[in-house]
């Protein structure tokens, strides 16, 4: 069975960082493209960032330039370093894969 386990998320001020993880286990992790998607209150799930087996990466606009996705197949992870974090950021934020959806984290960025 596969499980996606994400971590990271919390309380950071605007011009903050975070970094989630996201571990998989129950498949072979380096066969699929990784992404994160995220939800805020009262809005539609978003697709935030892509990566594929390949490392090749993709964001959204408003998140070009301030997150990074990253992958360790040797750890069976996917990475989301955010930067320079505004409140608009703030949603629960999902890891994703052809397989299946993580149980979700919430990052808020207040002040």
């Known amino acids: 069975q596969v499980q996606l386990v994400e971590s990271g998320g919390g309380l950071v001020q605007p011009g903050g960082s975070l970094r989630l993880s996201c571990a998989v286990s129950?498949?072979?992790?380096?066969?699929?493209?990784m992404n994160w998607y995220r939800q805020a209150p009262g809005k539609q799930r978003e697709l935030v960032a892509t990566?594929?087996?390949?490392?090749?990466?993709n964001y959204a606009d408003s998140v070009k330039g301030r997150f990074t996705i990253s992958r360790d197949n040797a750890k069976n992870t996917v990475y989301l370093q955010m930067n320079s974090l505004k409140p608009e950021d703030t949603a629960v934020y999902y890891c994703?894969?052809?397989?299946?959806w993580g149980q979700g984290t919430q990052v808020t960025v207040s002040s």
């Open positions: 990566i594929t087996t390949g490392g090749s990466t």
């Open positions: 129950g498949t072979i992790f380096s066969l699929y493209a």
């Open positions: 994703h894969m052809a397989l299946g």
